[in-house]
């Protein structure tokens, strides 16, 4: 991740460098809104500590990568700094869902009466959804239509559960991207970008009804994504 994060900076410094002084910030300066559509490949790694009826924990360890189109909507504002330069506020929104099993605990020893009831009884789940980022993106003008930014922002997701385990906090974590917009003299702009989150970890534990509390569970999310918006600058 730190070897990204470099990465995204050389390629703006370079470029900043680079950049001809006939380029005009005011072009993309100023209140706007967009509808975005975006491809989330969100990696989720997670594990399970039970304690069976001889004292002895097991360690459960569960991978789950998933890819899902979500939608969602941002506004922002950019402010000019000079003519080669913009400070880019943004908000975001996205609606989807991830979700990661665990039922590794669950498995009666014999088939029999109840089987099935033990084993939903004994499933639970961590789903994520609802994204928001709040971001700061500082924008190199390459030319009157034309921009490029590297971001950082703080993101939040919902955390839900099922089974019967204690519900955690809502997820956070820090988004760096990069990408490029281009704006007409109408104020329509289209903007592409690229990047990922790296979430803070979930952990929950059993609330003693039909899983022990000594029953723990965790997952470790990190979402990649590439987006496009479309939208209109005021």
């Known amino acids: ?3 990204l994060k470099v990465m995204l900076c050389a390629v703006f410094t370079l470029l900043l460098v680079n950049t001809a002084a ?3 910030s005011s072009n993309f300066a100023g209140p706007y809104v967009g509808f975005t559509a975006s491809g989330y490949g969100l990696q989720m790694d997670g594990s399970s500590s039970t304690s069976p009826t001889d004292g002895t924990f097991e360690i459960d360890e569960v991978s789950v990568g998933q890819v899902a189109p979500v939608v969602g909507f941002e506004i922002g504002y950019a402010l ?3 003519s080669l330069m913009l400070i880019d506020i943004n908000g975001t929104y996205f609606s989807g869902e991830a979700k990661m099993n665990f039922d590794n605990d669950a498995n009666p020893t014999t088939e029999g009466e ?4 033990a084993l939903l009884a004994k499933s639970v789940s961590f789903a994520i ?3 928001r980022t709040i971001s700061i993106a500082p924008t190199l003008v390459l030319s009157d239509t034309s921009s490029v930014y590297i971001k950082v922002g703080l993101t939040e997701a919902d955390v839900s559960v099922s089974g019967d385990i204690s519900t955690p906090g809502n997820l956070s974590g820090t988004t760096w991207a990069i990408g490029q917009r281009s704006v007409l003299e109408s104020g329509i702009f289209v903007k592409t970008e690229a990047g990922y989150t790296d979430y803070n970890g979930i952990g929950a534990h059993g609330k003693g009804t039909n899983i022990a509390t000594t029953n723990s569970y965790t ?3 990190t979402v990649a994504y590439g987006a496009v918006s479309l939208g209109f600058r005021f």
């Not at 109840?114 to 009831?117: N, T, Y």
């Open 1 to 3: 991740m730190n070897k």
């Open 22 to 24: 006939q380029a005009d």
């Open 80 to 82: 000019p700094i000079g």
């Open 114 to 117: 109840g089987f099935g009831d």
């Open 129 to 131: 959804d609802d994204l």
């Open 219 to 221: 997952a470790e999310p």
